[in-house]
């Protein structure tokens, strides 16, 4: 795991994927130079009004623009409680183990749960 601080984001790097965590979500476009990010625009973000209650990304899970390597966006902001915080950071984990893990819940159902609890486990406690 690295860390390094740009933006005011926190940014972990894993081995399946890098870890973004910011308290903006317009960050996130700003961290990989892009004005588009999968459906998504930076203008209709800083447009919309963002507050702890409802924000344009709340989290995202997606391929890092360019590369082949996963990325979890988490919107600190929408962190209320512990409650909130934990279903955000394991709705994103899921989305991630479910394409580590080839969407095949067929035969992985399991394999892709416990993964993802673990990993959200691990990512509540860095927070």
């Not at 998504?40 to 995202?60: M, Q, R, S, V």
């Not at 990325?71 to 409680?81: A, D, G, H, K, V």
């Amino acid at each position: 795991m690295r860390f390094t601080d740009i933006f005011n984001m926190q940014v972990y790097n894993f081995k399946h994927y890098q870890l973004i965590l910011s308290h903006n979500p317009c960050d996130i476009f700003k961290h990989f130079e892009v004005d588009k990010l999968h459906g998504l625009n930076l203008h209709d973000c800083e447009a919309y009004n963002n507050t702890n209650e409802d924000a344009y990304i709340a989290g995202l899970c997606n391929l890092i623009p360019g590369t082949s390597k996963m990325f979890i966006f988490l919107n600190t902001s929408r962190m209320n409680n512990c409650k909130e915080k934990m279903a955000l950071i394991f709705h994103e984990a899921m989305h991630l183990s479910l394409e580590i893990h080839n969407h095949d819940v067929n035969e992985k159902e399991e394999q892709i749960i416990s993964w993802a609890e673990a990993e959200a486990i691990k990512i509540y406690d860095l927070i």
